[in-house]
């Protein structure tokens, strides 16, 4: 018999949950961040993913996990996509169910399945160092580790968290794996800027790459009947009765939890977690300043335009505009202004108020134009 | 025979041009500021005129000089006004040709005519107050003096003209008649602090009352052509084929001249001209940030909203939105902005910029967009 080579065993677990409400009203309720072009490409983050990593793995080895109410929008935006590998939650539960799932299914499918989980509403560019740089984690992976894909930093960003690396491994491969010292957490700008002079920093791009096993195992040191109850639904998962009945009981009672606490921290604390240090550009889009950044490489004094039918006429203005009609944006003297105009609402804001939108949703929520979220 | 009394020779002159290009998008070639409802009273500018004036003068004497494009919307804005009393113009030839022509007219009616110019695209407070003003400066007209009103600045503004006044002319009212120094531009705002600290200074609103010969027999210094062919275009007004030959074969020679340089300025000089220190409030209705200071009377931090179906959000910010749409409009964190939604255009500006928006629509002329003026 023989071995299948480890990036045969690799299935992509794309988990596409997660509003994006930093990025309202262009994402809604009922169009999720990851349903959205942000880029201009004329696809979706969505299908932007998995044109990502089709070149690693073919359709029948490509997972996604989506809330039940996106099941149409994700079959729709990827007719590649196997009925089988859409895995639908009755409601969200953090990502160490979604993802401890997809691993629950793949272990039964294949002992020795190597999952790796890539976020759906993320911007990376540059496909070929980012295939290099999955190889590479499916090369520790295979070899027990659960590896993670860091990016080395261009900035020092208070955005994302950080990966502290320590030494090169390259006993798992000849480069870029470090051991993970320690996970931190999103820090203050003067931090960041310690963490770039200082190097050995990198960004923690959410990836996670390992045995669908080992992932579990270390899932079940912290979350131990949450991976009982992963695997009790995976074990009877598919269409049949008795599977609709395990997930109605069993489901509504998951901690949330994000698979950072139930995951990468304990692992890197004992030493099973690796790092493969990538350079491909990486951005999670996480507000409209994002965008505006990504449209115009960052340069200051550009204004970032996003749309069809968008026309713009600007005077002396920079930022981004997205928008959803064919209208005429008119900016005059608006620096780093961001102007999103849709069907029903408009808004308006800056690039350093970017991230209080979300503010203003979660207010909505209570104070009234929930229809409008 | 007995003599009509002054205030009953007041024919009112409402000229009725110019589109307020700072205004744009709101206003538009065919729908110029004048025609706008700009304060959110459901009247607009010039309805709200007429509104001012009836109480001072009976329909029979409220004239309307405008463009032949606005005649429908005028005569729809203003059913009482008699057809005889709306005179339009072949081509805008600035105001000493308007209120000139309207004078020609109106001195063959009546050799005793007073004519009380004022115009139809300014905001005004205080109805009691106005009133009391237009009938003094009446009483100083029947005298043989051209009158203007001037207000008491409020504060050091640098978007009007001033009127350095001399002594208070008692003789011809016991109360708020001065001499009228000069007529200044308008100042920077240094210039503009001092006038308001050395006092004697009151905004030029722009309204003159004389009698129609008089101010004729004034402009005729100035521009004795130009005043030969207004009286000869008004010997012949009407709707006979021989009027509309006078004005095709003399309207298009016309000069173009403010009334201020062809009568106001050399009247003052002349020791002709006096003025009537008014204390309604007063504002012409430059830019949006004039909206804004209206609409929220100048308070800082204030958001303003002008229009019907208008929902807005805001956190954090002011300045105004004026909205054509029911769509909602979420500000966070827009301080002073200009936000104005219209069907085909958004205008996405701040208040220290808008008087830069008259910058874009004259590139706009040049430049293609000229359906969207």
């Known amino acids: 018999m023989t071995e299948t080579a480890a990036i045969d065993r690799l299935t992509c677990v794309i988990p596409a949950g997660g509003v994006g409400s930093r990025l309202w009203p262009l994402s809604r309720a009922n169009a999720p961040k990851f349903l959205l072009d942000l880029t201009g490409s004329g696809d979706s983050l969505l299908r932007a993913t998995w044109n990502r990593l089709a070149p690693i793995a073919p359709p029948e080895r490509i997972m996604v996990v989506t809330g039940n109410a996106h099941r149409d929008s994700v079959a729709e935006q990827l007719p590649e996509l196997l009925p089988e590998n859409l895995v639908t939650e009755n409601e969200p539960k953090d990502s160490s169910a979604a993802i401890g799932l997809a691993a629950a299914i793949l272990e039964l499918r294949d002992p020795d399945a190597i999952l790796g989980s890539f976020a759906a509403d993320h911007v990376i560019r540059g496909s070929v160092l980012f295939q290099r740089a999955v190889r590479t984690a499916v090369a520790a ?66 990836m996670f790459i390992a045995k669908a096993t080992v992932l579990l195992d270390q899932m079940a040191l912290a979350e131990p009947a949450l991976v009982a109850s992963l695997r009790e639904i995976a074990a009877v998962w598919g269409s049949t009765k008795k599977s609709a009945v395990a997930r109605e009981r069993l489901w509504p009672g998951l901690p949330k939890v994000a698979i950072d606490y139930s995951v990468a921290e304990p692992a890197a604390a004992a030493g099973k977690m690796v790092c493969v240090a990538a350079h491909f550009e990486w951005d999670d889009v996480g507000d409209f300043a994002s965008i505006a950044d990504l449209l115009t490489r960052g340069r200051k004094g550009d204004l970032a335009v996003l749309g069809d039918g968008a026309q713009v006429l600007s005077d002396a203005s920079s930022g981004i505009v997205v928008s959803e009609s064919d209208r005429l944006v008119a900016l005059v003297g608006m620096k780093d202004v961001v102007v999103v105009d849709t069907a029903d609402v408009l808004l308006v804001t800056s690039k350093e108020h970017a991230q209080d939108v979300k503010g203003l949703v979660n207010r909505m929520k209570v104070s009234g134009g929930g229809h409008l979220l």
């Not at 491969?173 to 320690?182: G, K, L, M, S």
């Open 141 to 206: 992976a295979d070899q027990g580790y659960i590896a993670t894909i860091g990016i080395h930093p261009t900035h020092p960003a208070t955005g994302f968290g950080y990966i502290e690396c320590g030494d090169a491994r390259t006993d798992l491969a000849p480069f870029d794996v470090y051991e993970v010292e320690e996970f931190v957490e999103k820090p203050d700008e003067a931090t960041a800027g310690t963490y770039l002079e200082r190097g050995g920093y990198l960004w923690n791009a959410g």
